[in-house]
């Protein structure tokens, strides 16, 4: 079993910044990769970025240029930094981790709101 605990959600104006973090514990295999999905209200959950465990990254188009995803291996904790917000980044976030047995896991999310 693995334990994803999120942390750096809140309420930010258009243009700010937040840092999201997650942090994976409990008894499991290496985990192979680590990212980050949102689901909006009334949407379904969508990609945000992902980072393998040798380091390549992926993103949504509509959040390249403006978040960076980067990654811990050694303590196992994946970061979210997200910059020039927009109204329309405003979800849930929840993290992810895939392991090299295929299995994955979701932490529990948090809220980002972003006010115009």
């Known amino acids: 079993q693995v334990q994803l605990v999120e942390s750096g959600g809140g309420l930010v104006q258009a243009g700010g910044s937040l840092r999201l973090s997650c942090a994976a514990s409990g008894s499991f295999f290496s985990i192979n990769a680590m990212g980050w999905y949102r689901q909006a209200p009334g949407k379904q959950r969508e990609l945000v970025a992902t980072?393998?465990?040798?380091?390549?990254?992926n993103y949504a188009d509509s959040v390249k240029g403006r978040f960076t995803i980067s990654r811990d291996i050694a303590k196992n904790t994946v970061s979210l930094q997200m910059s020039s917000l927009k109204p329309e980044d405003t979800a849930v976030y929840y993290c992810?981790?895939?392991?090299?047995?295929?299995?994955?896991?979701w932490g529990q999310g948090t809220q980002v709101t972003v006010s115009s």
């Open positions: 980072i393998t465990r040798g380091g390549s990254t």
């Open positions: 992810n981790a895939a392991l090299v047995n295929g299995v994955w896991f």
